[in-house]
């Protein structure tokens, strides 16, 4: 609009003075002359742009986008350049399944001539888009979306492992991953042993033969220990065994296992590459040749994730390093505010120089995220709870990584029905508190949590 109001008023300009007509005719002869010179053979560059991007590969993608930032790559990442339609979103594609125009078109995709999409559990558009964008978020060859986390870690376990196998994994974990290991996998034969998170020559011991896997999350959770991840590489080369880091609690902004030389990454992407609370989905990053038959067994597992899902994802990835940052300031402001606090026994968060693993965090992170667990003093379970229910911006509630706070209280939220032994086994404590801290002022989630833990 303003474009043309100001070409008609130049048009005015030119009718009102006759005298500068044959002066501007030839001004903007030269100009069109000179753009028509400045186009090249083959068409405007608005074309060739379009052209070239329609047919722009992944492999291309990354090229252009080769030593930009990461906020840019997880604006930009993973998309082609011109959508269709000129939309600047993601168009959302809800098929199920990809039509072929001829027989002779479905001849070259079945002999490998033509990558394009099938049938919606071998994968999507909309799936692809955010692959790749995780893909170059993790500095990964490639990566794989779920459609949950628990979904990715199955995926990868039941595709490497078979009976006879074993694996070895650290015991701070989240308690359903424990729990497929324990319970599940025992039932298709695979040996699964635990060994003190951090202790190195307990997993060494543990090693054997028929070792294929040894796992661990940084920073765990809930007790946010930090796993060295120089040793848990090195002890994996050394005994040729394959590495995987459930890297969930820290994300790729804040920890780069690859770059260690972990084999595989996985992170429940439902938390802080989502980050908004509205959706489930599962992400195994890690080389190209190692992930086609993991990628092979989803297509039969087929926990696969809806195109609008997807939208939500790529949608909650480009504002990821705002939110990231964010996220890590609170965090390490809010656990400093635990620590001081007199009714706080002990926060667990890796950026406090408390933390038993602060050094390894701070040697191996570039900031802490926003999840913080801790003890209220000489608190009982109920006295416990009457704290979670006075807070009044966080909500109760499972999961983290979201703009809005959570909190609970890990013995009634997810170890309710364990027994004190295990509890104790499992290190959570009846006077535990763990807040997912989110987007919202600092100022007002500790101003909330002081009037919470000052009421009596
Ligand atoms: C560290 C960690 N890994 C994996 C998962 C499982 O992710 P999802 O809930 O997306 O299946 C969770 C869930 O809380 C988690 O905290």
Redesign the pocket.
């Given at each position: 609009m303003p474009t043309n109001m100001s070409i008609d008023s130049d048009a005015n300009d030119l009718s009102r003075d006759a005298t500068n007509e044959a002066d501007t005719t030839s001004q903007l002869d030269d100009a069109v002359q000179t753009s028509r010179l400045a186009e090249p053979a083959s068409g405007s560059s608005r074309d060739r742009e379009s052209r070239v991007s329609q047919v722009e590969s992944p492999a291309q993608a990354r090229e252009r986008l080769q030593d930009t930032g990461f906020s840019t790559q997880s604006v930009h990442a993973g998309e082609k350049r011109q959508k269709a339609e000129g939309s600047i979103s993601a168009p959302i594609f809800t098929a199920s399944t990809f039509t072929f125009e001829s027989t002779d078109s479905l001849m070259r995709f079945v002999d490998g001539k033509e990558e394009r999409d099938e049938y919606g559990r071998y994968g999507t558009p909309n799936e692809r888009t955010c692959e790749a964008k995780l893909a170059a978020l993790e500095g990964a060859e490639e990566a794989i979306i779920y459609s949950?986390?628990?979904?990715?870690?199955v995926g990868l376990l039941m595709s490497r492992l078979s009976a006879g196998d074993e694996i070895v994994f650290f015991d701070q974990?989240?308690h359903?991953?424990r729990e497929f290991c324990s319970k599940h996998l025992s039932r298709f034969g695979v040996v699964t042993r635990q060994v003190p998170t951090g202790d190195f020559d307990a997993m060494e011991a543990a090693i054997n033969s028929n070792t294929k896997m040894l796992v661990s999350?940084s920073p765990?959770?809930p007790h946010l220990t930090a796993v060295d991840l120089e040793k848990f590489v090195a002890l994996g080369k050394s005994t040729e065994v394959e590495t995987l880091i459930?890297a969930?609690?820290a994300t790729p902004f804040n920890l780069r296992p690859i770059e260690y030389g972990v084999d595989f990454v996985?992170?429940?992407?439902?938390?802080y590459l989502g980050g908004h609370n509205d959706l489930?989905?599962?992400v195994l990053c890690g080389r190209k040749e190692a992930l086609e038959p993991v990628r092979s067994l989803r297509g039969i597992l087929g926990s696969v994730n809806s195109a609008h899902n997807m939208y939500l994802l790529e949608r909650g990835l480009k504002t990821f390093e705002l939110r990231m940052q964010r996220h890590n300031e609170n965090g390490q402001r809010i656990a400093e505010f635990l620590d001081q606090h007199p009714r706080v026994e002990r926060v667990y968060y890796p950026g406090l120089a408390s933390h038993p693993t602060h050094e390894i965090a701070d040697s191996q992170m570039a900031g802490f995220g926003g999840l913080i667990t801790f003890l209220v003093k000489d608190a009982d379970w109920k006295e416990t709870s009457r704290i979670v229910d006075a807070a009044k911006i966080p909500r109760i509630a499972?999961?983290?990584g979201g703009v809005e706070s959570l909190i609970e209280q890990p013995l009634v939220m997810s170890y309710y029905h364990c027994s004190p032994q295990e509890r104790e086994q499992f290190g959570i404590y009846d006077n535990m508190i763990r807040m997912s801290c989110g987007i919202e002022n600092a100022d007002d989630l500790i101003a909330d949590l002081r009037q919470a833990l000052d009421a009596r």
């Amino acid at each position: 609009m303003p474009t043309n109001m100001s070409i008609d008023s130049d048009a005015n300009d030119l009718s009102r003075d006759a005298t500068n007509e044959a002066d501007t005719t030839s001004q903007l002869d030269d100009a069109v002359q000179t753009s028509r010179l400045a186009e090249p053979a083959s068409g405007s560059s608005r074309d060739r742009e379009s052209r070239v991007s329609q047919v722009e590969s992944p492999a291309q993608a990354r090229e252009r986008l080769q030593d930009t930032g990461f906020s840019t790559q997880s604006v930009h990442a993973g998309e082609k350049r011109q959508k269709a339609e000129g939309s600047i979103s993601a168009p959302i594609f809800t098929a199920s399944t990809f039509t072929f125009e001829s027989t002779d078109s479905l001849m070259r995709f079945v002999d490998g001539k033509e990558e394009r999409d099938e049938y919606g559990r071998y994968g999507t558009p909309n799936e692809r888009t955010c692959e790749a964008k995780l893909a170059a978020l993790e500095g990964a060859e490639e990566a794989i979306i779920y459609s949950s986390g628990m979904a990715a870690i199955v995926g990868l376990l039941m595709s490497r492992l078979s009976a006879g196998d074993e694996i070895v994994f650290f015991d701070q974990c989240y308690h359903r991953s424990r729990e497929f290991c324990s319970k599940h996998l025992s039932r298709f034969g695979v040996v699964t042993r635990q060994v003190p998170t951090g202790d190195f020559d307990a997993m060494e011991a543990a090693i054997n033969s028929n070792t294929k896997m040894l796992v661990s999350e940084s920073p765990t959770n809930p007790h946010l220990t930090a796993v060295d991840l120089e040793k848990f590489v090195a002890l994996g080369k050394s005994t040729e065994v394959e590495t995987l880091i459930d890297a969930t609690l820290a994300t790729p902004f804040n920890l780069r296992p690859i770059e260690y030389g972990v084999d595989f990454v996985l992170h429940s992407a439902t938390k802080y590459l989502g980050g908004h609370n509205d959706l489930l989905a599962g992400v195994l990053c890690g080389r190209k040749e190692a992930l086609e038959p993991v990628r092979s067994l989803r297509g039969i597992l087929g926990s696969v994730n809806s195109a609008h899902n997807m939208y939500l994802l790529e949608r909650g990835l480009k504002t990821f390093e705002l939110r990231m940052q964010r996220h890590n300031e609170n965090g390490q402001r809010i656990a400093e505010f635990l620590d001081q606090h007199p009714r706080v026994e002990r926060v667990y968060y890796p950026g406090l120089a408390s933390h038993p693993t602060h050094e390894i965090a701070d040697s191996q992170m570039a900031g802490f995220g926003g999840l913080i667990t801790f003890l209220v003093k000489d608190a009982d379970w109920k006295e416990t709870s009457r704290i979670v229910d006075a807070a009044k911006i966080p909500r109760i509630a499972p999961s983290l990584g979201g703009v809005e706070s959570l909190i609970e209280q890990p013995l009634v939220m997810s170890y309710y029905h364990c027994s004190p032994q295990e509890r104790e086994q499992f290190g959570i404590y009846d006077n535990m508190i763990r807040m997912s801290c989110g987007i919202e002022n600092a100022d007002d989630l500790i101003a909330d949590l002081r009037q919470a833990l000052d009421a009596r």
